[in-house]
């Protein structure tokens, strides 16, 4: 079965750096879109970035680009989101997720708590 | 402010119909991007209802249904139950160049 797990999270202070991983499994990674999405406490959603099965078109939200900066590796079935300059307003349940197009997309993550603070 | 619009609340009672509103514009859902629903219930993570518009993946109860039209799209849910109180997110993509994916704000379901 599909699985997407988060890892990397963590309490920071502002200004600093963490980079998250998502170790993907139970399907061809290397043929998905992949994105990263996060949710602020008691917050909707918000995308951050996605990424094209070759790593070939990346798009990233205003709010994030610049600071944050999404890989993967296909031979390891993992998806990376490197973020720096954090602020406060980064505080959120970051999630990877298969893009939801197609019968066999849509799956998220448990998601990895960032939290920024001094 | 999210760039798909959705109604912050709806309600309904034990085996009524309500139906959810996502409207975007001629970047988004008018230029012919496909919508996808997502359900988050209480303390879970969301989970994908319909993609692709109209379409719904395996498991997903037929209660659950899609449709798309000009520049809007709703998720129109019948025989509600208590168990589909929860929030509901309209999902797309845009052409402009601040973002690709895009989020409604989401819609609170009660199910008085």
């Known amino acids: 079965q599909v699985q997407l797990v988060e890892s990397g999270g963590g309490l920071v202070k502002p200004g600093g750096s963490l980079r998250l991983s998502c170790a993907a499994s139970g399907f061809r990674f290397s043929d998905y879109y992949m994105t990263w999405i996060r949710q602020a406490p008691g917050k909707g959603l918000e995308w951050i970035s996605y990424?094209?099965?070759?790593?070939?078109?990346?798009y990233y939200a205003d709010s994030v680009r610049g600071r944050f900066t999404v890989s993967r590796d296909n031979a390891k079935t993992s998806l990376y989101l490197q973020i720096n300059s954090l602020r406060a307003d980064d505080t959120a349940v970051y999630y990877c997720?298969?893009?939801?197009?197609?019968?066999?997309?849509?799956?998220w993550g448990q998601g990895t708590l960032v939290t920024v603070s001094s | 402010q999210s760039v798909l619009t959705q109604p912050p609340s709806v309600s309904g009672a034990p085996g009524q119909r309500v139906t959810i509103s996502c409207t975007g514009s001629?970047?988004?859902?008018?230029?012919?991007?496909?919508v996808h629903w997502y359900q988050q219930l209480p303390g879970t993570v969301p989970k994908r209802l319909i993609y692709g518009n109209n379409n719904r993946p395996s498991g997903v109860p037929d209660r659950f249904s899609g449709s798309k039209s000009g520049t809007s799209a709703s998720l129109v849910i019948t025989g509600l139950q208590a168990e589909d109180e929860g929030d509901y997110y309209c999902?797309?993509?845009?052409?402009?160049?601040?973002?690709?994916?895009?989020f409604g704000g989401g819609t609170k379901l009660t199910v008085l």
């Open positions: 999902q797309s993509y845009d052409s402009s160049l601040s973002a690709y994916v895009i």
């Open positions: 997720a298969i893009d939801g197009s197609g019968p066999n997309g849509g799956y």
């Open positions: 990424i094209s099965p070759s790593s070939s078109t990346i």
């Open positions: 001629s970047s988004n859902i008018g230029a012919h991007y496909d």
